[in-house]
T-cell receptor, first 116, second 113 residues
């Protein structure tokens, strides 16, 4: 499967625990984007990363959220001390390059986070 | 004002009809425009993209762009029940924003058999 991969697909955490979401981009893609989607709402941009660099994190909450895309391995979105409001679907997308304005983003299946 | 606005719907059309989905955007400098389809509980799936004013056709789908009016639409001809989904409009504002997409909240389409 050469598509964008995310795991886990479903994640249940209790308030105060940590959630770690993983994303492996499509083969040949080096740019990763994380989005959050609340029920019945659109996608909200969180962060854009290239290998070992955070390019744009303007959509990330200032506290408890962090993201990385190491030289080896998947991109990881980490949420510390989760609260019920963090319950959402988290989607990862990838693109081949930053490509200016015509580069398409392809989405993974998402991780559904439920905070009890 | 939201970056990208869509009517949330639901838009109901009978099978075989033309479904027309609309999207407006606020930044006149926006460069490229994408339509994604999202089935309930699934991830967004790219349908079409358009960069230039005018129409772009792909099978039963036609994207229309009018940069002067800051308006982009998606027409679905011969609508099928399997087209029932939420359609997301995404806008890329240009090089200074890298490849950052702004999404509308989506229009829910119901195609009735």
């Amino acid at each position: 499967n050469a598509g964008v991969m995310q795991n886990p697909r479903h994640l249940v955490r209790r308030r105060g625990q940590e959630a770690r979401l993983r994303c492996s981009p499509m083969k040949g893609h080096s740019h990763v984007y994380w989005y959050r989607q609340l029920p019945e709402e659109g996608l909200k941009f969180m962060v854009y990363l290239q290998k070992e660099n955070i390019i744009d994190e303007s959509g990330m909450p200032k506290e408890r959220f962090s993201a990385e895309f190491p030289k080896e391995g998947p991109s990881i979105l980490r949420i510390q001390q989760v609260v019920r409001g963090d319950s959402a679907a988290y989607f990862c997308a990838s693109s081949a390059t930053s490509g200016g304005t015509q580069e398409t983003q392809y989405f993974g299946p998402g991780t559904r986070l439920l905070v009890l | 004002q939201k970056e990208v606005e869509q009517n949330s719907g639901p838009l109901s059309v009978p099978e075989g009809a033309i479904a027309s989905l609309n999207c407006t955007y606020s930044d006149r400098g926006s460069q490229s425009f994408f339509w994604y389809r999202q089935y309930s509980g699934k991830s967004p799936e790219l349908i079409m993209f358009i960069y230039s004013n005018g129409d772009k056709e792909d099978g039963r789908f036609t994207a229309q762009l009018n940069k002067a009016s800051q308006y982009v639409s998606l027409l679905i001809r011969d609508s099928q029940p399997s087209d029932s989904a939420t359609y997301l409009c995404a806008v890329n504002r240009g090089a200074n924003n890298f490849n950052k997409f702004y999404f509308g909240s989506g229009t829910k389409l119901n195609v009735k058999p």
